[in-house]
């Protein structure tokens, strides 16, 4: 298997632009995760999916950010406008969801710098 | 909730020395419980996870780790280092009775002198 894919792996903006973050779970993972890693805050859960439907989007940090999961295969995370502290390195995870005992497997990351 | 605690942020080893890095958590029942290694620029990479049973867990790339309920914990060790295994380490805690979600501790980073 591939893996958890993300595109692109880097990303360098001006505040203001939109930012589309893009990922491709492991095929056949039912739920989905985009996390951001920062020095100051560490990892962050920002919302989840299950079966493609958004669970928990508590950890979004404003109305700037949305994500979507239009099937099984796809996600979006869209900063719109983006701001120079959304800088940070973006994570997506899948994992299979079986009973209570699941695993989450990481993709290499997205890093953004929005200038 | 959980919560997870991990004490050192630094840990520094030579070469060939043992390692182990420590992981305490918080959560009122038998907990699931991973540690992940982030080398640089790289993703998270799972090393080992406990569900159940026993309570040595062995991970790849020569790691294992302890899940010790008296004392909390789910420490991290390995008998000889390699420079290699300079990279963040994870620990994470999901809670076997309620959200599947695990909450990850802030990281240990680990250097390796020659």
């Known amino acids: 298997d591939a893996g958890v894919i993300q595109s692109p792996r880097h990303e360098v903006t001006e505040m203001g632009q939109e930012v589309t973050l893009r990922c491709k779970p492991i095929s056949g993972h039912n739920s989905l995760f985009w996390y951001r890693q920062t020095m100051m805050r560490g990892l962050e859960l920002l919302i989840y999916f299950n079966n493609n439907v958004p669970i928990d989007d508590s950890g979004m940090p404003e109305d700037r950010f949305s994500a979507k999961m239009p099937n099984a295969s796809f996600s979006t995370l869209k900063i719109q406008p983006s701001e120079p502290r959304d800088s940070a390195v973006y994570f997506c995870a899948s994992s299979l969801r079986s009973g209570k005992q699941e695993t989450q497997y990481f993709g290499p990351g997205t890093r953004l710098l929005v200038l | 909730a959980q919560s997870v605690t991990q004490p050192d942020i630094h840990i520094t080893v030579s070469e060939g020395a043992s390692l182990e890095l420590r992981c305490n958590y918080s959560?009122?029942?038998?907990?699931?419980l991973f540690w992940y290694v982030q080398s640089p620029g790289q993703g998270l990479q799972l090393l080992l996870k406990y569900f159940s049973g026993d309570t040595l867990v062995q991970g790849i790339k020569g790691f294992e780790a302890e899940f010790k309920r008296s004392q909390s914990s789910f420490n991290l060790r390995k008998p000889s280092v390699h420079w290699s295994d300079a990279a963040e380490y994870f620990c994470?805690?999901?809670?076997?009775?309620?959200?599947?979600?695990?909450?990850f501790g802030r990281g240990t980073s680990l250097i390796v002198h020659p």
């Open positions: 994470a805690v999901g809670a076997s009775g309620g959200s599947y979600i695990p909450t």
């Open positions: 959560y009122g029942a038998t907990p699931y």
